[in-house]
């Protein structure tokens, strides 16, 4: 079942205390429509997953959090889970990938995560099986977890609040959680708004999924969106995605790039490559016009690949 909004109203209560209110701005470049970014980059922890994380915690019985937390992430949701064990004074663990970035790494390390790095499809086997040898703790998924949907929907009902006239909305595309979090209180309170996943071009198994028809698995390339970009949809998440979602917007590496180099320059903001493919998806036209909000779902790049990239863009 989607999120609801009474389950986003809760979470928001929830939430109160360790997330803040983001705000939404309007972005000053050139675009066929009025866009506007919803700045989530602007979190605790750089990014929206602290919404997710703090609501399913706030939501599992103390006893069962004694135990610890575990999560499988390649960064911001580590951070978010870090953030809220350490409040709690529980241990959190994280599975990573090899390749996640050693910023978001350390930032984990720094909140009082244990980082576990494995390949890739060991950490993709994790999101699976909900585990990992030898750690006994509370599995939180980072994406599939209807409590994490719905701290994530509250993005949706600050921005009903804030930009009550919207037209389009675009969301950057990982596993799906923020997407459908956002997207079924959207659809429920506004049903006439359009609503768009935005992907890499690089790792994009959402528009595969929903041109086929079927959850569909593709080849993944890790580049600098690390934040967002898999091999395969999770077949719970594809049924929320092809009724919640009017389409998936894919963005190449040079359209993400410029993105950031754009918001940086124009609106002095750094983001991070995921929340870049939602911007340069809503700057395309492809998201159509009136007003569109982008969602910024993070800005926790490194400073030095930043500076390369718009220096190269």
Not at 27 to 53: H, T, V, W
Not at 170 to 195: D, K, N, Y
Request: aromatic residues 6%; hydrophobic residues 50%; neutral net charge.
């Amino acid at each position: 079942m989607p999120v609801t909004v009474s389950q986003a109203e809760e979470a928001r209560r929830n939430i109160a205390e360790l997330a803040i209110r983001t705000p939404l701005v309007l972005c000053n470049m050139d675009a066929p429509a009025n866009l506007y970014l919803k700045l989530e980059n602007l979190q605790p922890i750089g990014s929206f997953k602290i919404r997710g994380a703090a609501n399913v915690m706030a939501l599992t019985p103390r006893q069962q959090l004694e135990r610890g937390v575990l999560t499988a992430s390649a960064g911001n949701m580590a951070q978010g889970v870090a953030f809220c064990a350490r409040r709690l004074g529980i241990k959190a663990t994280i599975v990573a990938p090899e390749t996640a970035p050693a910023t978001k790494i350390l930032a984990v390390e720094r909140r009082g995560g244990r980082v576990i790095k494995v390949p890739f499809a060991a950490w993709w086997h994790t999101f699976e099986t909900r585990s990992y040898p030898g750690i006994d703790a509370t599995f939180i998924h980072a994406f599939d977890d209807p409590h994490v949907m719905a701290g994530n929907a509250t993005i949706a009902l600050e921005l009903l609040e804030d930009l009550p006239d919207v037209d389009a909305v675009v969301i950057p595309w990982g596993g799906g959680g923020l997407s459908c979090g956002i997207a079924a209180v959207l659809r429920a309170l506004a049903p006439q708004v359009r609503i768009y996943a935005a992907e890499i071009e690089t790792a994009a198994p959402l528009a595969a999924s929903l041109a086929a028809g079927e959850p569909r698995t593709v080849e993944y390339q890790p580049s600098f969106v690390d934040g967002i970009g898999s091999k395969m949809v999770f077949p719970n998440m594809f049924e929320h995605a092809h009724k919640l979602l009017d389409g998936s917007l894919v963005v190449t590496l040079n359209e993400a790039a410029e993105a950031m180099k754009l918001v940086a320059e124009r609106n002095r903001i750094i983001i991070e490559g995921a929340a870049a493919c939602a911007v340069a998806a809503a700057r395309s036209g492809r998201a159509g016009s009136g007003k569109i909000v982008a969602i910024v779902s993070g800005g926790n790049i490194d400073l030095d690949k930043f500076a390369q990239l718009v220096a190269q863009t």
